[in-house]
């Protein structure tokens, strides 16, 4: 079958052949996060473009080349419907934020760990690992005076834990703290006198990086940016004292609890709102396009939006990005149908929708093969394709004798079960003991 039109570029389908995994995904992030007193949080798929704007930092790279805006007017003179001045979301750490000061969360209690899970949309140039739509996993952990390296230190942890437990083995964290504004600045100033030799040399977009905002040079994929990068070495004295005790005690907080991590002082995250802790994760199967993950402190946007003084730092990581990176590796925990319900014969076709309804009011996941064939092969090579853990076969034979045939397909073993009077109570035990 030929269809006339295709997804937008940059966006995928997620089709029932892949959900399992998407699903594994989510179930066992939400059951980490949950277990760290994380709460879900779920904001609009747009805002006001101010807002990006605002927060991300008007010389950022996604608010200046990637935005997706809603440019169609829409004006209705009955209620005023438009849509311009709004835009899809890039990442949705501002509209945590916003509806953080919003909804006043910092009256409603000390700390906020809040948790996501969506798509974001940026208009990149599609590539590997690079779309239009993208999910994203991610947490932001806001309240008043809650800036502690106990808590970035357990910020990193989950992400690492998150993507260990997603089956991931291969990838590198990255640290490295940018200090209080006033060392961020201090930091700006000396990398700019470090790269005035090399001004010329850079890349015509560095140059402009270089006058708007020096730091997002060493953000710069560009190779000959990258080479001159590598020269400069500016160390941590751009840091107070202040700062670089609380690096160090993050540091620490990380050793003690047996995460890895390698410092990479030339970390400083591509927007403008980190200040302190920042951090990467990288995947070494995923070739240019290879973070996993990002994330940081921003102790000054809640103010900067317009709420209180409250502290920050969160983190996302891209799913796709962790589809990429574990490629045929199942994902763990999968879920597949309990029961696959097979009948032989038009007589065991309603036997097995009536046993099917009966599992499904249990809560036992199954189906049924609706049309039944009497050739065992036929049928068996049907289940097979499906993921499932047990195949219930209804027989010639089984039907004689009212019972069922259970076959265990990972196991592979089968057992005989009687059936007799509509007396299900067994199948249901068996299944509910397996798989419940
Ligand atoms: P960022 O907000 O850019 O640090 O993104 C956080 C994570 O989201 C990245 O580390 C990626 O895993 C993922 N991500 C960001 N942009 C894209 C994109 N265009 N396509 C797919 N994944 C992305």
Redesign the pocket.
């Known amino acids: 079958m030929q269809s006339k039109f295709s997804c937008p570029r940059?966006t995928t389908d997620i089709t029932p052949f892949d959900i399992s995994r998407w699903d594994n995904i989510e179930r066992i992030s939400k059951q980490i996060l949950t277990c760290y007193n994380y709460k879900e949080i779920r904001t609009p798929l747009f805002e006001e473009t101010e807002l990006f704007a605002r927060s991300m930092g008007q010389s950022s790279d996604?608010v200046c080349k990637?935005m997706l805006n809603l440019a169609a007017q829409q004006k209705d003179d009955q209620d005023g419907v438009t849509l311009s001045g709004l835009s899809l979301r890039?990442?949705n750490?501002a509209s945590v934020v916003r509806s953080y000061i919003q909804n006043g969360f910092d009256r409603k209690e000390p700390i906020s760990k809040l948790f996501y899970i969506g798509p974001?949309f940026?208009g990149?140039r599609?590539q590997k690992?690079?779309?239009?739509q993208?999910?994203?996993i991610?947490v932001e952990v806001l309240g008043p005076n809650t800036a502690q390296p106990y808590l970035d230190a357990e910020i990193i942890s989950l992400s690492v834990h998150l993507l260990k437990s997603l089956g991931l083995e291969k990838f590198q964290l990255k640290i490295n703290t940018l200090g209080t504004p006033e060392d961020k600045e201090n930091f700006s100033q000396m990398l700019r006198q470090a790269l005035k030799p090399y001004r010329k040399e850079l890349s015509e977009y560095s140059q402009q990086r270089f006058e708007r905002n020096v730091l997002r040079v060493l953000d710069s994929k560009d190779a000959a940016d990258q080479e001159i990068v590598k020269k400069v070495h500016i160390g941590l004295s751009y840091l107070s004292t202040e700062s670089q005790h609380y690096y160090a005690q993050v540091k620490e907080a990380l050793m003690n609890l047996d995460v890895d991590f390698v410092e990479d002082q030339h970390l400083v995250?591509?927007?403008d709102y980190y200040t302190h802790t920042v951090f990467?994760?990288c995947g070494s199967s995923l070739g240019s396009?290879d973070?996993?993950?990002?994330?940081g402190r921003y102790n000054n946007l809640v103010r900067q939006l317009g709420g209180g003084d409250i502290d920050a730092m969160g983190?996302?990581?891209?799913?796709?990005?962790?589809l990429l990176a574990l490629g045929d590796k199942e994902v763990p925990l999968s879920n597949p149908l309990a029961a696959y319900i097979v009948p032989m014969s038009e007589e065991a076709l309603n036997q097995g929708f009536v046993l099917m309804n009966v599992l499904r009011q249990e809560n036992i996941s199954c189906d049924l093969s609706y049309k039944y064939s009497a050739k065992l092969k036929n049928v068996l090579s049907n289940a097979n394709k499906m993921d499932v853990h047990t195949v219930i076969l209804l027989g010639e034979e089984e039907m004689k004798k009212q019972c069922v045939t259970l076959k265990d397909m990972k196991q592979k073993k089968e057992e005989t079960i009687s059936i007799k009077g509509n007396d299900f109570s067994k199948i249901i035990n068996i299944l509910k003991e397996r798989y419940n």
């Not at 690992?129 to 239009?132: M, P």
């Open positions: 940059g996604v990637q890039p990442e750490t974001m940026r990149e599609p690992g690079r779309l239009r993208f999910n994203q991610g995250r591509g927007l990467e994760i396009q973070a996993l993950g990002a994330g983190f996302a990581l891209g799913v796709e990005r962790i």
